[in-house]
């Protein structure tokens, strides 16, 4: 049975950085790109961008360029998120998914970014 | 990007009822390949979403038949049969033909 288990729950201060995880049990990440998608509090689901595991190419939707980068681990088979510069507006729940077309998802991880 | 236009916001439905959910893109999804990557998925509270018909018209493993999807170009549907309560939730359309990948505004199906 393929599972997606993603990180705990992350209070993060303005201007800091905080790295999510999501941890793929039955499937190899290498055979699959790993997606991220975000959904605001109240409001819909927004891509982020795709990381191919097996050589670590990533794409990212033009507004997260400078604020998401991708990683993946193929020895844990567990792909990251790297969030930078947080504001409050990126409080958000943050979902990983793969087998496209997203077949399979994780739990989701909320971020708040709050002082 | 590709804008995607999902109507309408809010879909009031008896039980047993049927709706149907459309969905508009700015631009055509055919890919090149031949292919269109149009999908669609149910959030319900609380919940990751679920993936329900991809590529325009396929079913997902274990998805009743209660659910189609049909549509070509920029125009698409998706049709629920004899709604059940555990179809209640947000519906997403997300076209993958083109970079950035693009998702619909959501439908929200409940009961009148």
Known sequence: EVQLQQSGAELGKPGTSVKLSCKVSGYNIRNTYMHWVNQRPGKGLEWIGRIDPANGNTIYAEKFKSKATLTADTSSNTA???????????????????????????????VTVSS | ?????????????????????????????????????????LQKPGQSPQLLIYRVSNRFSGVPDRFSGSGSGTDFTLKISRVEPEDLGVYYCLQSTHFPYTFGAGTKLELK
Do not use: E
Not at chain 1, 84 to 100: P, V
Not at chain 2, 1 to 29: K, N, Y
């Open chain 1, 80 to 110: 990251y998120m790297q969030l930078s510069q947080l504001k409050s507006d990126d409080t958000a729940i943050y979902f990983c998914a793969m087998k496209h077309p997203f077949a399979y998802w994780g739990q989701g991880t909320l």
């Open chain 2, 1 to 41: 990007d590709v804008l995607m236009t999902q109507t309408p916001v809010s879909l009031p439905v008896s039980l047993g009822g049927q709706v149907s959910i459309s969905c508009r893109s700015s631009q055509s999804l055919v890919h090149s390949d031949g292919n269109t990557y149009l999908h669609w998925y």
